[in-house]
Protein backbone atom coordinates (compact mmCIF):
# COMPACT_ATOMS: atom_id res chain seq x y z
CA UNK A 1 0.00 0.00 0.00
CA UNK A 2 1.41 3.48 -0.94
CA UNK A 3 0.74 6.04 1.08
CA UNK A 4 1.37 9.69 0.60
CA UNK A 5 0.98 12.85 3.05
CA UNK A 6 1.84 16.79 2.33
CA UNK A 7 3.57 18.96 4.38
CA UNK A 8 4.63 22.66 4.53
CA UNK A 9 0.99 24.69 3.58
CA UNK A 10 -0.25 27.71 5.36
CA UNK A 11 -1.19 31.37 4.89
CA UNK A 12 0.91 33.59 3.08
CA UNK A 13 0.94 37.09 1.62
CA UNK A 14 1.40 37.93 -1.90
CA UNK A 15 4.76 37.49 -3.00
CA UNK A 16 5.60 35.07 -0.30
CA UNK A 17 7.63 31.96 -0.89
CA UNK A 18 6.51 27.89 0.39
CA UNK A 19 7.75 25.02 -0.14
CA UNK A 20 5.42 21.35 -0.12
CA UNK A 21 6.98 17.98 0.84
CA UNK A 22 5.20 15.03 0.14
CA UNK A 23 6.53 11.92 1.99
CA UNK A 24 5.90 8.46 0.06
CA UNK A 25 5.95 5.09 1.57
CA UNK A 26 6.79 2.21 -0.73
CA UNK A 27 9.61 0.26 -2.24
CA UNK A 28 9.23 1.27 -5.44
CA UNK A 29 8.98 5.11 -5.33
CA UNK A 30 12.13 5.95 -7.90
CA UNK A 31 9.97 4.56 -10.54
CA UNK A 32 6.80 6.59 -9.76
CA UNK A 33 5.93 9.62 -11.82
CA UNK A 34 4.85 12.15 -9.16
CA UNK A 35 2.76 15.27 -9.37
CA UNK A 36 1.32 18.36 -7.57
CA UNK A 37 -2.15 19.15 -8.10
CA UNK A 38 -4.63 21.68 -6.79
CA UNK A 39 -8.66 22.27 -6.15
CA UNK A 40 -9.50 25.83 -5.88
CA UNK A 41 -12.76 26.39 -4.21
CA UNK A 42 -15.92 25.61 -6.21
CA UNK A 43 -13.20 24.58 -9.04
CA UNK A 44 -11.79 20.94 -10.49
CA UNK A 45 -8.36 19.65 -9.10
CA UNK A 46 -5.84 20.57 -11.97
CA UNK A 47 -2.75 19.64 -12.93
CA UNK A 48 0.64 21.98 -11.05
CA UNK A 49 3.71 20.01 -11.76
CA UNK A 50 5.10 16.81 -12.75
CA UNK A 51 8.24 14.85 -12.54
CA UNK A 52 9.53 11.43 -13.38
CA UNK A 53 11.34 8.72 -11.86
CA UNK A 54 13.43 7.46 -14.65
CA UNK A 55 14.32 10.93 -16.33
CA UNK A 56 13.53 13.30 -13.99
CA UNK A 57 11.37 15.01 -17.00
CA UNK A 58 9.73 18.17 -15.45
CA UNK A 59 6.46 19.40 -16.28
CA UNK A 60 4.24 22.50 -14.97
CA UNK A 61 1.14 23.78 -15.90
CA UNK A 62 1.65 27.29 -17.69
CA UNK A 63 0.40 29.92 -14.86
CA UNK A 64 3.02 28.27 -12.08
CA UNK A 65 6.46 28.45 -15.03
CA UNK A 66 9.01 30.43 -13.37
CA UNK A 67 7.74 30.64 -10.25
CA UNK A 68 7.65 27.22 -8.78
CA UNK A 69 9.93 23.99 -8.66
CA UNK A 70 9.07 20.52 -8.43
CA UNK A 71 12.32 18.45 -7.09
CA UNK A 72 12.31 14.52 -5.90
CA UNK A 73 14.70 12.80 -3.80
CA UNK A 74 14.56 9.39 -4.43
CA UNK A 75 16.61 8.42 -1.28
CA UNK A 76 13.96 9.90 0.76
CA UNK A 77 11.01 8.81 -0.54
CA UNK A 78 10.35 12.90 -0.89
CA UNK A 79 8.84 15.40 -3.92
CA UNK A 80 8.42 18.95 -3.23
CA UNK A 81 7.11 21.78 -4.74
CA UNK A 82 9.42 25.44 -4.47
CA UNK A 83 6.28 28.12 -4.89
CA UNK A 84 7.80 31.49 -5.13
CA UNK A 85 6.10 35.04 -6.11
CA UNK A 86 3.12 33.49 -4.74
CA UNK A 87 -0.57 34.93 -6.27
CA UNK A 88 -3.71 35.12 -4.62
CA UNK A 89 -4.83 32.88 -7.37
CA UNK A 90 -2.50 29.70 -6.06
CA UNK A 91 -4.72 29.85 -3.15
CA UNK A 92 -6.14 26.02 -2.98
CA UNK A 93 -5.71 22.37 -1.45
CA UNK A 94 -2.75 20.97 -3.16
CA UNK A 95 -2.35 17.57 -3.47
CA UNK A 96 0.40 15.02 -4.06
CA UNK A 97 0.08 12.61 -6.64
CA UNK A 98 2.36 8.72 -7.81
CA UNK A 99 1.74 7.45 -10.58
CA UNK A 100 3.44 3.96 -11.02
CA UNK A 101 5.03 5.19 -15.08
CA UNK A 102 4.19 7.80 -18.14
CA UNK A 103 0.95 4.91 -19.28
CA UNK A 104 -0.14 4.87 -16.53
CA UNK A 105 -3.12 7.62 -14.16
CA UNK A 106 -1.85 8.65 -10.66
CA UNK A 107 -3.57 6.34 -8.85
CA UNK A 108 -2.55 6.76 -5.44
CA UNK A 109 -2.94 10.42 -3.54
CA UNK A 110 -2.28 12.35 -0.48
CA UNK A 111 -4.71 13.87 1.54
CA UNK A 112 -4.49 17.53 0.33
CA UNK A 113 -3.03 20.34 2.27
CA UNK A 114 -4.14 24.07 2.03
CA UNK A 115 -1.87 26.74 0.86
CA UNK A 116 -3.94 30.55 1.39
CA UNK A 117 -2.38 33.29 -0.31
CA UNK A 118 -3.99 36.88 1.05
CA UNK A 119 -3.52 39.66 -1.21
Known amino acids: QVQLVEFGGGLVQAGDSLRLSCAVS????????MGWFRQAPGEERVFVAS????????DYTASVKGRFTISRDNAKNTVDLQMNSLRPEDTAVYYC????????????WGQGIQVTVSS
Open 97 to 108: AAAESDYHPYTY
Open 26 to 33: GRTFSRYV
Open 51 to 58: ITGSTGRI
